[in-house]
């Protein structure tokens, strides 16, 4: 968009510029490659395409999971900033200049741009080709459509394409979950029709980064959020739950989540993973996997250390969960007047797993025991759910879409329902909606 794209402009596109996390991309460098050397050469496309999958690793998911963590109660503001101060009091009294809101909103759009970028030029590149260009068009498609994914559960509009030279318009989320859901087709068509290159894999996403597998995960999660529960199950069908697909950090593009909870200490994770005692189970050893220490207080508040993928400068976190595959199914099956055995079938491959999740995340809980009503097993869904996928980004969507009690008759679960545009936005384009209530 004319406005925002203006202020986090890209600049200088080679992609090691990219691999910083600073919110900023306007970096001197008079020795870097132009954009236009960037956009039209095989390597800076290469590059380029490194930098987008760091770029989103890093800053992208510190503000996608943290974020939005906090406001569905994951986490607890502890710091005394403005910006986390705010968060942490969500209601009327998150302004629409909070810094946090503002760092979310760029971050997203500056995934998007960077993605946009890449498919609009690297099929102009004669000597990119094969798999190499499937899977930089494919990984493009994916960001894109993350980053709207993103925007989409946290906003109830969004823009679905930038503009450095016209105002953009916004669409309601469900038109935004559909266009993140079209980008994810494309990818998959391209990559179905021509794999990724053992290059793309070397040069590219590295051993740890699944570009297939993540783009069917996606294509299944959004499509649970957009209501296409039948395209949901199919996509969590062909995700091969034997491979892991992961962000790979290093001590010097490190955790982004380890650095703000453990270096800056801005938050702390809520005990219980911050659900009411009526939703968490005891004994359900997530809790030891994602939390550990003592519980201590804060304004009253339990808090503990945070484990998990997150206790380590260097500790790979998942793209996505396999599990999560499993409860997408169940959750589609009943919200599709399916059989309510198959969905309680897959939701006791969660909670009784003891060992073999790839990434060690196991419930151990006993089978479950309650009513067996479409009801009830939604709402069992959810409990798994904050528990398996904890700090994953998809709380403050999970407690909407479940009708768990909100503001402002709630503070309980979270503290918003979705997020003030901000004030960088409306200021300079006419098209930003009214901000939501609360």
Same mark, same amino acid.
């Given at each position: 968009?004319?406005?925002?794209?203006?202020?986090?402009?890209?600049?200088?596109?080679?992609?090691?510029?990219?691999?910083?996390?600073?919110?900023?991309?306007?970096?001197?460098?008079?020795?870097?490659?132009?954009?236009?050397?960037?956009?039209?050469?095989?390597?800076?496309?290469?590059?380029?395409?490194?930098?987008?999958?760091?770029?989103?690793?890093?800053?992208?998911?510190?503000?996608?999971?943290?974020?939005?963590?906090?406001?569905?109660?994951?986490?607890?503001?502890?710091?005394?900033?403005?910006?986390?101060?705010?968060?942490?009091?969500?209601?009327?009294?998150?302004?629409?200049?909070?810094?946090?809101?503002?760092?979310?909103?760029?971050?997203?759009?500056?995934?998007?741009?960077?993605?946009?970028?890449?498919?609009?030029?690297?099929?102009?590149?004669?000597?990119?080709?094969?798999?190499?260009?499937?899977?930089?068009?494919?990984?493009?498609?994916?960001?894109?459509?993350?980053?709207?994914?993103?925007?989409?559960?946290?906003?109830?509009?969004?823009?679905?394409?930038?503009?450095?030279?016209?105002?953009?318009?916004?669409?309601?989320?469900?038109?935004?979950?559909?266009?993140?859901?079209?980008?994810?087709?494309?990818?998959?068509?391209?990559?179905?029709?021509?794999?990724?290159?053992?290059?793309?894999?070397?040069?590219?996403?590295?051993?740890?980064?699944?570009?297939?597998?993540?783009?069917?995960?996606?294509?299944?999660?959004?499509?649970?959020?957009?209501?296409?529960?039948?395209?949901?199950?199919?996509?969590?069908?062909?995700?091969?739950?034997?491979?892991?697909?992961?962000?790979?950090?290093?001590?010097?593009?490190?955790?982004?989540?380890?650095?703000?909870?453990?270096?800056?200490?801005?938050?702390?994770?809520?005990?219980?993973?911050?659900?009411?005692?009526?939703?968490?189970?005891?004994?359900?050893?997530?809790?030891?996997?994602?939390?550990?220490?003592?519980?201590?207080?804060?304004?009253?508040?339990?808090?503990?250390?945070?484990?998990?993928?997150?206790?380590?400068?260097?500790?790979?976190?998942?793209?996505?969960?396999?599990?999560?595959?499993?409860?997408?199914?169940?959750? +589609?099956? *009943?919200?599709?007047?399916?059989?309510?055995?198959?969905?309680? /079938? =897959?939701?006791? #491959? %969660?909670?009784? !797993?003891? &060992?073999?999740?790839?990434?060690?995340?196991? +419930?151990? *809980?006993?089978?479950?025991?309650?009513?067996?009503?479409?009801? /009830? =097993?939604?709402? #069992? %869904?959810?409990? !798994?759910? &904050?528990?398996?996928?904890?700090?994953?980004?998809?709380? *403050?969507?999970?407690?909407?879409?479940?009708?768990?009690?909100?503001?402002?008759?709630?503070? %309980?679960?979270?503290?918003?329902?979705?997020?003030?545009?901000?004030?960088?936005?409306? *200021?300079?384009?006419?098209?930003?909606?009214?901000?939501?209530?609360?």
């Amino acid at each position: 968009m004319k406005n925002i794209t203006s202020y986090i402009k890209i600049g200088v596109l080679s992609g090691f510029l990219l691999l910083t996390s600073s919110c900023e991309l306007d970096i001197p460098n008079p020795n870097a490659a132009s954009d236009i050397e960037v956009l039209n050469s095989r390597e800076g496309l290469i590059g380029l395409s490194v930098g987008l999958r760091q770029y989103y690793s890093t800053s992208g998911i510190e503000a996608a999971y943290l974020y939005p963590g906090v406001t569905s109660r994951e986490l607890k503001g502890v710091a005394t900033f403005t910006n986390v101060l705010e968060l942490e009091a969500g209601g009327t009294a998150l302004p629409t200049f909070n810094g946090n809101i503002l760092g979310l909103w760029s971050r997203m759009q500056r995934t998007m741009n960077i993605s946009e970028q890449i498919l609009e030029n690297a099929p102009n590149v004669a000597s990119l080709t094969g798999g190499m260009r499937s899977g930089i068009l494919a990984q493009a498609h994916l960001f894109k459509a993350m980053a709207l994914g993103t925007l989409a559960m946290a906003f109830e509009q969004a823009n679905t394409e930038t503009s450095v030279t016209e105002d953009v318009v916004f669409r309601p989320r469900q038109d935004v979950f559909a266009e993140a859901i079209s980008h994810l087709n494309q990818g998959i068509t391209l990559i179905e029709a021509t794999p990724v290159s053992a290059e793309f894999k070397n040069q590219v996403t590295g051993q740890f980064f699944d570009v297939k597998n993540t783009l069917y995960a996606m294509n299944a999660r959004f499509n649970l959020f957009a209501g296409n529960y039948q395209a949901a199950i199919s996509n969590a069908n062909k995700v091969d739950l034997s491979v892991k697909s992961e962000y790979d950090y290093s001590d010097l593009s490190i955790n982004p989540i380890f650095n703000t909870i453990f270096n800056l200490k801005y938050y702390r994770p809520r005990d219980n993973f911050g659900l009411p005692a009526s939703l968490f189970y005891e004994g359900d050893n997530r809790e030891d996997f994602y939390l550990s220490g003592p519980i201590v207080l804060v304004d009253g508040d339990p808090v503990r250390n945070l484990a998990g993928f997150f206790d380590n400068q260097t500790e790979r976190i998942p793209v996505y969960l396999t599990d999560e595959m499993k409860l997408i199914k169940a959750e +589609a099956i *009943l919200r599709s007047n399916g059989s309510l055995v198959e969905a309680l /079938a =897959l939701i006791n #491959e %969660v909670r009784t !797993q003891t &060992s073999g999740d790839p990434f060690g995340v196991n +419930a151990g *809980l006993p089978p479950y025991t309650g009513p067996i009503t479409r009801d /009830a =097993l939604l709402l #069992e %869904v959810y409990r !798994q759910r &904050s528990a398996e996928l904890y700090l994953t980004g998809m709380r *403050l969507e999970d407690s909407r879409r479940f009708g768990r009690p909100g503001p402002p008759g709630s503070f %309980v679960e979270r503290n918003r329902n979705f997020y003030p545009y901000p004030d960088q936005e409306r *200021l300079t384009n006419p098209n930003t909606p009214e901000d939501p209530a609360i």
